[in-house]
């Protein structure tokens, strides 16, 4: 094609194309004046779907315990060692979420490489145990054994010494606090779900006081602290397996 046939190709493309150009962005009948000119009007908010909730990855999972309860996942586990002859070796603390990795849907890059997040028995199994166990040391590490200028996770609003039933207000308050912090749900002391939690942590309190009276409680000559931190475990357990902790 000459030169001066295809500048005039061009420019007949150019008109036919020009109408349809308003020089902004957006559908037809947008309103600039209210803000909406960057699209088409938004539809019926009533009609909108909500996007459907997904569970956690494995390191996002990992990242969320340790921010909740200040403590990782460990235990004994071989791990990748380039170092080691055999390409590997048992060490006693390995962050498990890490090892297990594969199972809670982590891409391998071989032949996956996307996460798969799909609810599965595994992912239900490995979570308990990680919830239990890092639960567990932060019950611990805050009633049993607080140290001076640690960071609180489960204690926000209640004491060590707060029990059931003297201390059911601050019991009730730090339930709260912890639903909006590990759940992101502003619920008031005397909610359904409160009152569900509270019972969680009256129960397991008894069942520790059963427990030192049969005999069977600990060893400790703090037998009340004991039973303290058996139920503020109980309660983080509740929460960190909600569906609200899990999924987002």
Same mark, same amino acid.
């Given at each position: @094609?000459?030169?001066? /046939? /295809?500048?005039?190709?061009?420019?007949?493309?150019?008109?036919?194309?020009?109408?349809?150009?308003?020089?902004?962005?957006?559908?037809?009948?947008?309103?600039?004046?209210?803000?909406?000119?960057?699209?088409p009007?938004d539809?019926?908010?009533?009609?909108? #779907?909500?996007?459907? /909730?997904? #569970?956690?990855?494995?390191?996002?999972?990992?990242?969320?315990?340790?921010?909740?309860?200040?403590?990782?996942?460990?235990?004994? /586990?071989?791990?990748?060692?380039?170092?080691?002859?055999?390409?590997?070796e048992?060490?006693?603390?390995?962050?498990?979420l =890490?090892?297990?990795?594969?199972?809670?849907?982590?891409?391998?890059?071989?032949?996956?490489t996307q996460?798969?997040?799909?609810?599965?028995?595994?992912?239900?199994?490995?979570?308990?145990?990680?919830?239990?166990?890092?639960?567990?040391?932060?019950a611990?590490? =805050?009633?049993?054994?607080? =140290?001076?200028?640690?960071?609180?996770h489960?204690?926000?609003?209640?004491? #060590?010494?707060?029990?059931?039933?003297?201390?059911?207000? $601050?019991?009730?308050?730090?339930?709260?606090?912890?639903?909006?912090?590990?759940?992101?749900?502003?619920?008031?002391?005397?909610?359904?779900?409160?009152?569900?939690?509270?019972?969680?942590?009256?129960? $397991?309190?008894?069942?520790?006081?059963?427990?030192?009276?049969?005999g069977?409680?600990?060893?400790?000559?703090?037998? =009340?602290?004991?039973?303290? $931190?058996? $139920?503020?475990?109980?309660?983080?357990?509740? @929460?960190?397996?909600?569906?609200?902790?899990?999924?987002?």
């Amino acid at each position: @094609m000459k030169p001066v /046939a /295809a500048i005039a190709g061009l420019g007949l493309i150019l008109g036919l194309v020009a109408p349809a150009c308003t020089g902004r962005i957006g559908g037809d009948g947008d309103d600039l004046a209210a803000g909406t000119g960057l699209g088409p009007a938004d539809p019926d908010p009533a009609s909108r #779907r909500p996007r459907a /909730a997904r #569970r956690l990855s494995a390191p996002q999972l990992q990242a969320a315990l340790v921010a909740a309860t200040g403590f990782d996942y460990r235990g004994t /586990a071989r791990v990748v060692d380039p170092a080691s002859p055999q390409g590997s070796e048992v060490v006693d603390d390995a962050k498990l979420l =890490e090892v297990y990795g594969g199972s809670l849907g982590n891409p391998d890059y071989n032949y996956t490489t996307q996460h798969d997040l799909s609810p599965s028995v595994t992912f239900s199994k490995l979570t308990g145990d990680a919830v239990r166990y890092s639960c567990g040391l932060a019950a611990d590490a =805050e009633v049993l054994q607080p =140290e001076e200028g640690r960071p609180g996770h489960l204690l926000l609003e209640a004491d #060590r010494d707060d029990r059931w039933p003297e201390g059911a207000s $601050a019991v009730r308050a730090n339930i709260v606090v912890l639903a909006l912090r590990w759940w992101g749900h502003e619920q008031e002391p005397d909610a359904p779900d409160t009152d569900a939690l509270v019972d969680v942590f009256r129960v $397991a309190q008894g069942a520790a006081v059963d427990a030192n009276d049969a005999g069977g409680g600990s060893a400790s000559d703090d037998p =009340e602290h004991h039973q303290v $931190a058996a $139920a503020w475990r109980a309660v983080c357990i509740a @929460m960190l397996q909600d569906p609200r902790f899990l999924t987002y």
